[in-house]
């Protein structure tokens, strides 16, 4: 098994991976409500995060990486995200385990919370991470690895992100939009399902 | 189509390049930091005023950057806000020590990133106060909710005379604020916009359609109208304007016909002509019109209708002479 210091550096290589990969299809789904540019800005920002420090720590190349992003990106989303990396790598310290992550994930998610003062439910990227948090924490107490307690939050982030769907904004600026948005998912809960994918694919390469 | 660029991913570095060789005259590129402000940087003792935002709209937001104007603006990616590190290096580059003012469009990204260069700033013990604008009737029933589109200019033009003739702080930040509560804009969409590098628009319109009450970042509007003459289209934006008109406010107000980056300035003197009427008809005091561009939104086709009502105050920040790139006047 490699250092969880490789493993968080190769985590954020495979993510700007997968954003790339969908960022005409992000753009896409943000013209609907949006101006466009979803797909664009998370490909700024993890350009930026996989070429921050990577010197320390798993938690510290993680959250060098946010820093980076936040920095980066501009934009909503860049706010968000790169807060929710770096509040995340923060909180992550060595040795790690899956109680550990969990913990991280739920700091990540409060920092975004209280700077989007968002919550479930209001087509954000808070609709995939939420649920995948969630499940990753009933994971850990079950005593499951790093990597098994991924594979096995995945689908509920899956399924938030497709909840998306149906869901009348309330936040962003796709909020002004309201109902044109309806039948479309949130860009920003599919980006985040596509990175939680490319981690979860490095952790399956990496993890025993 | 946008025509002109090289690397779209550069499109903002490479436009504010030949933006400051272009008007160095006036401004001056804030040292490493994504923004201009005034040719010889902050002046000692005064109110720093920062406006910003994505780019895509000038001439907001860098070409309300000079004497008697915004002292310096942060710079976005095309219609992106500005990372809060860079709103936090520009307020930094455009504080004379007397505090600063950060006034922008109210859009979710800006908040959150002006708000993370404020504490920023805050930490360094500069005092700062935000502006936020939210004129667009379109957006919300709720005023504080809106979006802001082209009322900025007024906002910052009495930011920036405020600021200029050695206002305190809290002055600066109160008649920014006043001028925002009596500003309301509605605008219309002929035709979507593409973002640089890009084939397809952000929407479109359907032929013999407009957009009515979309926003400066190519978001579609929040409803679809029949396309109409001129006449019939200055009656609609007089209609939806005066129809959130602040109660509290004088008859006399400044107009705006604003075009969107793709809309001739001929059509729109066409459209002010019935504006101009319709709004006399309706007992307002106009005073000293504008028909042109102040908020674009790439090289989208439409306008927007906005009425700054204004007292005796506000008036005299309105005449307060001003030289930027997109904008001289001697009062």
Redesign the interface.
């Given at each position: 098994m490699a250092e969880h210091a490789e493993i968080a550096a190769a985590a954020l290589d495979a993510a700007l991976a997968a954003i790339l990969e969908h960022e005409d299809e992000l753009?896409k789904l943000d013209?609907v409500?949006?101006?466009?540019?979803h797909g664009?800005?998370m490909a700024?920002g993890f350009r930026a995060a996989v070429a921050a420090d990577r010197n320390g720590s798993a938690g510290q190349i993680i959250a060098n990486a946010g820093m980076a992003f936040?920095?980066?990106?501009?934009?909503?989303?860049?706010?968000?995200v790169?807060m929710f990396i770096m509040s995340a790598g923060a909180a992550l310290t060595d040795p790690i385990d899956a109680a550990k992550v969990h913990a991280a994930l739920t700091k990540g998610i409060e920092a975004m919370v209280r700077?989007?003062k968002g919550q479930v439910g209001e087509k954000t990227m808070l609709d995939t991470l939420i649920p995948f948090a969630a499940a990753y924490g009933e994971a850990a107490q079950a005593g499951l690895s790093v990597r098994a307690a991924w594979e096995q939050a995945l689908p509920a982030a899956e399924a938030g992100m497709k909840s998306t769907a149906q869901m009348i904004p309330k936040?962003?600026?796709?909020s002004?939009?309201r109902e044109?948005s309806l039948g479309t998912q949130d860009p920003g809960a599919t980006s985040i399902y596509y990175v939680l994918a490319a981690v979860g694919r490095v952790l399956a390469e990496h993890c025993p | 189509m946008t025509y002109l660029f090289n690397d779209p991913i550069n499109f903002r570095e490479d436009m504010i390049e030949g933006y400051v060789a272009a008007y160095s005259r006036m401004v001056e590129r804030i040292p490493d930091a994504s923004g201009v402000r005034i040719a010889g940087g902050a002046h000692k003792g005064k109110v720093g005023v920062l406006v910003g935002g994505g780019s895509g709209h000038y001439p907001a937001f860098c070409g309300m950057v000079g004497r008697g104007f915004a002292t310096g603006a942060v710079i976005g990616d095309v219609f992106t806000s500005p990372p809060g590190e860079q709103c936090y290096r520009c307020g930094k580059g455009v504080d004379g020590g007397a505090g600063v003012v950060f006034s922008y469009g109210r859009y979710s990204g800006d908040v959150m990133n002006f708000s993370m260069g404020e504490m920023r700033l805050e930490m360094e013990g500069i005092d700062v106060r935000q502006v936020i604008v939210t004129d667009d009737v379109a957006a919300s029933p709720n005023f504080d909710e809106r979006r802001g589109v082209a009322g900025d200019f007024y906002v910052f033009k009495a930011l920036g005379a405020s600021a200029w003739r050695g206002d305190s702080l809290d002055t600066v930040e109160a008649l920014g604020n006043r001028v925002n509560q009596w500003t309301r804009t509605f605008g219309i969409a002929f035709s979507g916009c593409t973002l640089p590098g890009k084939s397809e628009p952000l929407f479109t319109v359907a032929p013999g359609k407009m957009e009515l009450g979309m926003g400066i970042h190519g978001e579609p509007g929040i409803e679809t109208g029949d396309m109409a003459s001129a006449s019939e289209i200055a009656k609609l934006l007089v209609d939806k304007v005066l129809s959130d008109a602040p109660l509290d406010a004088p008859s006399r107000a400044a107009v705006m016909i604003n075009g969107l980056g793709a809309t001739k300035y001929e059509e729109m003197f066409v459209l002010y002509g019935s504006v101009h009427k319709l709004l006399q008809a309706a007992g307002i005091d106009i005073y000293k019109p504008l028909v042109g561009e102040f908020a674009t939104s790439l090289n989208m086709a439409g306008c927007s209708l906005t009425v700054s009502w204004m007292d005796a105050e506000l008036q005299a920040l309105y005449d307060y002479p001003v030289e930027s790139p997109a904008f001289t006047t001697w009062g």
């Open positions: 753009g013209s409500a949006g101006d466009g540019d664009a800005g700024r936040a920095n980066t990106a501009g934009g909503a989303s860049g706010a968000l790169g700077l989007g936040r962003g600026r796709s002004v939009l044109k | -």
